[in-house]
């Protein structure tokens, strides 16, 4: 166990239809990473926040998916009129920042199936 | 960019022998990098990091390799056990941007 925190850890969804996922990071953390990662695939970036503030979203983020992080604590990935080619395995990472980048730790993952 | 890349799919590895996993990647501004390993089901779990000022670190069992010349990284682990089946990722950073890119991996399998 990491300490990051996902839930559901499975998701089934119809065509359409919308879908929250939340992140519970690590404490002390203040960095929050969305990544979306497909069979085969490595891990690809969707978006990250520092504390409250959404610093980055990836071209990969269509206008149907957003993400909220507000209290700077839990982060939530919602995407709106799901598409089969949303189903995937969601991963949300917490780092800490001091004096360069440090290790981000990963939760289990969401993983998303559109019927 | 999306730079980071591995050479094979695929390494089979006889338990108990030492496996070698390699990475290349294009960034040249890239200062740090990451090796993951990811099970079946579960989360990439770290295992690795190494900063560009260095080119070896050491942990348990494991070692990273980082040869900036060629822009090459690799993962030594030691006596491979069963439980070391898994895909293993490299990831890098740079510190112009504050994400973490990922190659597509190499699934290791340990033969009994």
């Known amino acids: 166990d990491t300490g990051v925190s996902q839930d559901p850890r499975h998701k089934i969804t119809k065509r359409g239809q919308n879908v929250t996922f939340r992140c519970d990071p690590i404490?002390?953390?203040?960095?929050l990473y969305w990544y979306r990662q497909t069979l085969g695939q490595g891990p690809e970036f969707l978006t990250y926040?520092?504390?409250?503030?959404?610093?980055?979203k990836s071209r990969l983020l269509s206008d149907r998916f957003s993400a909220e992080r507000p209290k700077g604590s839990f982060s939530t990935l919602e995407i709106q009129r799901t598409e089969q080619g949303d189903s995937a395995m969601y991963l949300c990472?917490?780092?800490?920042?001091?004096?360069?980048?440090?290790?981000?730790?990963f939760g289990q993952g969401t993983r998303l199936t559109v019927v | 960019g999306e730079s980071v890349g591995l050479h094979l799919p695929t390494l089979s590895v006889q338990e108990g022998d030492n496996s070698i996993i390699n990475c290349a990647y294009s960034?040249?501004?890239?200062?740090?990098f990451i090796w993951y390993k990811q099970e079946s089901g579960k989360g990439p779990q770290f295992i690795i990091d190494?900063?560009?000022?260095?080119d070896k670190r050491q942990g348990q069992r494991v070692t990273v390799l980082l040869n900036k010349t060629v822009k090459h990284l690799s993962l030594q682990i030691a006596a491979t056990q069963p439980g070391d089946s898994a895909v293993y990722f490299c990831?890098?950073?740079?510190?112009?941007?504050?994400?973490?890119?990922f190659g597509k991996g190499t699934r290791l399998h340990i033969l009994p």
């Open positions: 990472a917490s780092s800490s920042i001091g004096e360069g980048f440090t290790e981000a730790f």
């Open positions: 404490s002390e953390h203040n960095r």
């Open positions: 926040f520092q504390n409250e503030a959404q610093l980055e």
């Open positions: 960034n040249s501004a890239s200062d740090y």
């Open positions: 190494i900063r560009s000022n260095m």
């Open positions: 990831a890098e950073n740079d510190d112009r941007d504050d994400k973490i890119i």
